[in-house]
């Protein structure tokens, strides 16, 4: 109940194109859901996060879809760039984060 | 403004060894955090203080892993036997409060087990 199940595990994508990472998870009682990136040698940094009375929010590229009755939310990358190559972590919260398994994201020039 | 500050940022041990790892949290985070992030995975929570409080330390391997937070502020995480298996980034967090708040990351103490 406590698992955020993530994937893809990697994705590489064409420059400008659309990036697409889901997430699912079980526990209901989850209120919090952001998406944390990572470069190498780095910490997970905070990207974008979303309430479960939101369906969807946007920040520059970065989409969060959020569908509540289906237990899942995505990432959506708009106009990928080399840049944004790392690993996306999603990841739920009450009154702890659990963090998804991980994507890493290859952006080809 | 200062992140959140860990060190060292490298460690080798050996197995059965002891090690320890120190954080500065954000000046005026009153929660902090630590996580275990083997390489593939996403970070696993060990510990998490509030203040100098313990709030939730049920990952936390306690016959080998202790930490501790003196007055509210530095936190130390200490392992003590290492096991080859206790190999991973270990990422000191903080935040303001919880729940819902930004948490933020140091950039990791990064250990091998030999």
């Known amino acids: 109940q406590q698992q955020v199940k993530q994937s893809p595990q990697s994705l590489i994508v064409q420059k400008g194109g659309i990036s697409i990472i889901n997430c699912a998870y079980e526990n209901t009682a989850f209120d919090y859901f952001p998406w944390y990136q990572q470069f190498p040698g780095k910490g997970p940094a905070l990207l974008i996060a979303?309430?479960?009375?939101?369906s969807e929010k946007k920040e520059g590229r970065f989409t969060i879809s959020f569908n509540k009755s289906a237990k899942q939310f995505s990432l959506h990358i708009m106009d990928s760039q080399p840049g944004d190559s790392a690993t996306y972590f999603c990841?739920?919260?009450?009154?702890?984060?659990?963090f998804g398994a991980g994507t890493i994201l290859r952006v080809k020039s | 403004e200062a992140g959140v500050a860990q060190s060292p940022r490298y460690k080798i041990i050996e197995k059965r060894q002891s090690v320890a790892f120190w954080c500065n949290p954000i000046?005026?985070?009153?929660?902090l955090y630590w996580y275990q992030q083997i390489l593939g995975q996403g970070p696993k929570l060990l510990i998490q203080f509030q203040n100098n409080g313990v709030v939730d330390d049920s990952q936390l391997p306690k016959d080998r892993f202790s930490a501790e937070r003196l007055k509210g502020v530095d936190s130390t995480l200490k392992i003590q036997p290492a096991k080859l298996e206790d190999s991973a980034v270990y990422l000191c967090a903080s935040s303001l409060s919880v729940p819902g708040n930004t948490i933020y990351f140091g950039e990791g103490s990064w250990l091998t087990v030999v």
């Open positions: 979303i309430r479960p009375d939101v």
């Open positions: 000046s005026g985070h009153a929660t």
């Open positions: 990841a739920a919260s009450l009154n702890k984060l659990v």
